[in-house]
């Protein structure tokens, strides 16, 4: 099953309505970067600032609430969720999502961060060694929700996307991690990624772009520039890049070698989702922490891993343990 064509109407079938809601995205944006200009000093006051924490600060139970909210932002999430969307629901929505949510991310905050280089708020002696504008986690939690909400076209997904996207940003606020003025940067940088990458990475996708070139060609594309854009100086550049890599030369080896069926029985779904997971904390969690971090290739190659086992090794074991078939029309 592919993605729902992009010429469709996003919000609604009507077009004059559809167009309205267009505007106001493109409104809302530009109302929040001016609101970002004409306040940058007050938005990153450290008095501001530590007044939100401070609802965090006393009670417990908000605290654990927020740590819970701001993990549906994070990188580790979405590679889980996105994974599972791929092996059980869909390939093409899980696979364009793994390879957006790190391109967002590195985009959207990890580029910025490095050329900006503002210090994170200093009021809860949390130590991030990394800069702070604009919030990576409010940013890509505005691309993946929204790319979701954009594609599935449900109005309950578009409520979900739109409350949990201010929450994320509200999360990091509120557990120190960044000042108001980081997020409404997120939720800038999200959306405007978000409709450029619709808008040109996918209409290319749809219309095919692609069968222009040879699949060993693809591959080494996939591969090639995600290598080089991982030498950029941004902190996380192989961690995302890595991710980038292994996801789009995991899904040209399972279109070309295997194709496999993401239905099956609720029985098959519980069980790939979670040899899929369980693997995916192998690859990640142990092994990240034991090799050196400043290692840039072993960094590139475990993250790689971990999204080359989500598109390609897990559903060719799925297949030769008999919790997937194959399907020879994708």
């Given at each position: 099953?592919?993605?729902?064509?992009?010429?469709?109407?996003?919000?609604?079938?009507?077009?004059?309505?559809?167009?309205?809601?267009?505007?106001?995205?493109?409104?809302?944006?530009?109302?929040?970067?001016?609101?970002?200009y004409l306040f940058w000093y007050p938005l990153r006051d450290p008095g501001f600032a530590y007044s939100i924490v401070s609802i965090t600060v006393y009670n417990r139970v908000i605290f654990?609430?927020?740590?819970?909210?701001?993990?549906?932002?994070?990188?580790?999430?979405?590679?889980?969720?996105?994974?599972?969307?791929?092996?059980?629901?869909?390939?093409?929505?899980?696979?364009?999502?793994?390879?957006?949510?790190?391109?967002?991310?590195?985009?959207?905050?990890?580029?910025?961060?490095?050329?900006?280089?503002?210090?994170?708020?200093?009021?809860?002696?949390?130590?991030?060694?990394?800069?702070?504008?604009?919030?990576?986690?409010?940013?890509?939690?505005?691309?993946?929700?929204?790319?979701?909400?954009?594609?599935?076209?449900?109005?309950?997904?578009?409520?979900?996307?739109?409350?949990?996207?201010?929450?994320?940003?509200?999360?990091?606020?509120?557990?120190?991690y960044h000042f108001p003025g980081d997020v409404i940067g997120g939720i800038v940088t999200g959306v405007i990624f978000l409709a450029v990458f619709l808008g040109i990475g996918l209409g290319m996708i749809e219309?095919?772009?692609?069968?222009?070139?040879?699949?060993?060609?693809?591959?080494?594309?996939?591969?090639?520039?995600?290598?080089?854009?991982?030498?950029?100086?941004?902190?996380?550049?192989?961690?995302?890049?890595?991710?980038?890599?292994?996801?789009?030369?995991?899904?040209?080896?399972?279109?070309?070698?295997?194709?496999?069926?993401?239905?099956?029985?609720?029985?098959?779904?519980?069980?790939?989702?979670?040899?899929?997971?369980?693997?995916?904390?192998?690859?990640?969690?142990?092994?990240?922490?034991?090799?050196?971090?400043?290692?840039?290739?072993?960094?590139?190659?475990?993250?790689?891993?971990?999204?080359?086992?989500?598109?390609?090794?897990?559903?060719?074991?799925?297949?030769?343990?008999?919790?997937?078939?194959?399907?020879?029309?994708?």
């Amino acid at each position: 099953m592919e993605l729902p064509p992009l010429t469709s109407n996003i919000f609604s079938n009507d077009h004059s309505t559809e167009r309205a809601w267009r505007w106001f995205f493109v409104f809302f944006t530009a109302f929040l970067a001016v609101i970002l200009y004409l306040f940058w000093y007050p938005l990153r006051d450290p008095g501001f600032a530590y007044s939100i924490v401070s609802i965090t600060v006393y009670n417990r139970v908000i605290f654990r609430l927020f740590q819970g909210i701001t993990a549906l932002g994070s990188e580790g999430f979405f590679l889980v969720f996105l994974s599972v969307i791929y092996w059980s629901i869909n390939k093409s929505l899980g696979f364009w999502g793994l390879i957006l949510m790190p391109s967002a991310i590195f985009v959207t905050s990890e580029i910025p961060k490095d050329i900006i280089r503002l210090p994170r708020p200093d009021v809860r002696g949390i130590t991030v060694p990394t800069y702070t504008f604009p919030s990576g986690h409010t940013s890509g939690a505005v691309s993946v929700w929204g790319y979701l909400a954009i594609m599935l076209k449900k109005r309950w997904l578009w409520i979900w996307a739109v409350l949990i996207c201010l929450l994320v940003g509200l999360s990091r606020i509120t557990l120190g991690y960044h000042f108001p003025g980081d997020v409404i940067g997120g939720i800038v940088t999200g959306v405007i990624f978000l409709a450029v990458f619709l808008g040109i990475g996918l209409g290319m996708i749809e219309n095919r772009f692609y069968e222009k070139f040879p699949p060993a060609m693809l591959l080494l594309l996939a591969l090639v520039i995600p290598i080089a854009l991982s030498f950029l100086p941004a902190t996380y550049a192989p961690n995302l890049m890595g991710y980038v890599a292994g996801a789009g030369a995991g899904r040209l080896l399972e279109k070309e070698k295997l194709d496999f069926n993401p239905r099956g029985s609720m029985f098959e779904h519980v069980v790939r989702g979670l040899i899929g997971i369980v693997v995916i904390g192998i690859i990640i969690l142990p092994l990240g922490p034991l090799l050196p971090g400043n290692i840039h290739p072993l960094t590139f190659i475990i993250h790689a891993l971990s999204t080359f086992w989500a598109t390609f090794l897990a559903p060719l074991f799925f297949v030769k343990v008999g919790l997937a078939r194959l399907d020879n029309h994708g």
